[in-house]
């Protein structure tokens, strides 16, 4: 199945915040003719900038999703390392990359963790009624994942780690991902930082995304190593965290 260009998904996913900043600054702009000359300038820098930001946003999205190295996912064995079993957690959305082309071994299990009530984002309910799953997934709670202790060499986690919102579920799940490792496996975590690159890109809606220093404090938490720290694109990080016991 053909997904749709990352562009095209991601304004669709967010199309109230696009099309309710695009309207008032178009708007802007017409009036801008008519307002006195201090006005007219800041009503014109205020509608520029909110009009770039957000075609900046869609251009840096298809290069992402369609254009960067993110896509061939050659770069996802190399951080996890040998593998005789691994899984792989999304909210209702496959990962960007077909795992079952870059991983070895057998997968273990497909969760889908979505939960209303901790992932309370529109974009994200949005998403998962636009876009099939190439791969059946298993409702899962991200509290109490259902895999057996130390059943996985690797676990993967793209682009979904965020959408728990609440502090203690996220934090709760980050010890499930442990408890699911076997000692020495990995658990990859695929993410958008809350950086000035996405700030950069995405205006005010790199706020959706978290921190570097909040996924250190969930490792931490779940007492897992930062084995290492990848940028797959200037606005993409994958976080390799390890059960060293």
């Known amino acids: 199945m053909t997904r749709q260009h990352g562009a095209v998904r991601i304004f669709f996913y967010n199309w109230p915040i696009y099309v309710g900043t695009w309207l008032p600054a178009l708007a802007l702009l017409l009036f801008v003719p008519f307002m006195d000359p201090p006005a007219r300038a800041?009503?014109?820098?205020?509608?520029?900038?909110?009009?770039?930001?957000?075609?900046?946003?869609l251009l840096v999205s298809f290069y992402i999703y369609d254009r960067s190295a993110l896509v061939s996912?050659?770069?996802?064995?190399?951080?996890l390392g040998p593998m005789s079993t691994w899984a792989t957690?999304?909210?209702?959305?496959?990962?960007?990359?077909?795992?079952?082309?870059?991983?070895?071994?057998?997968?273990?299990?497909?969760?889908?963790?979505?939960?209303?009530?901790?992932m309370s984002s529109p974009s994200i309910v949005r998403a998962r009624r636009r876009t099939p799953q190439v791969h059946h997934a298993s409702p899962a709670s991200p509290?109490?994942?259902?895999?057996?202790?130390?059943?996985?060499?690797?676990?993967?986690?793209?682009?979904?780690?965020?959408?728990?919102?609440?502090?203690?579920?996220?934090?709760?799940?980050?010890?499930?991902?442990?408890?699911?490792?076997?000692?020495?496996?990995k658990v990859l975590i695929v993410e958008h930082f809350r950086d000035l690159a996405n700030f950069l890109a995405f205006?005010?809606?790199?706020?959706?995304?978290?921190?570097?220093?909040?996924?250190?404090?969930?490792?931490?938490?779940?007492?897992?190593?930062?084995a290492s720290e990848t940028k797959i694109t200037p606005w993409v990080t994958a976080l390799t965290l390890a059960r060293v016991s």
């Not at 909210?91 to 889908?112: H, P, S, Y």
């Open 203 to 226: 205006g005010p809606g790199y706020v959706h995304f978290v921190s570097r220093d909040e996924w250190l404090r969930l490792a931490a938490h779940a007492n897992l190593a930062v």
């Open 42 to 57: 800041l009503a014109a820098f205020v509608a520029v900038t909110a009009l770039a930001w957000s075609l900046t946003s």
């Open 89 to 118: 957690i999304h909210a209702g959305l496959d990962a960007e990359v077909e795992l079952d082309t870059v991983m070895q071994g057998r997968c273990v299990g497909r969760l889908d963790i979505f939960d209303p009530k901790l």
């Open 143 to 185: 509290t109490a994942l259902p895999i057996e202790s130390g059943a996985c060499d690797a676990i993967v986690v793209a682009f979904t780690a965020h959408e728990i919102r609440d502090r203690g579920a996220r934090e709760a799940f980050f010890v499930e991902l442990r408890r699911s490792l076997r000692p020495g496996g």
């Open 73 to 79: 996912g050659r770069w996802v064995s190399p951080l």
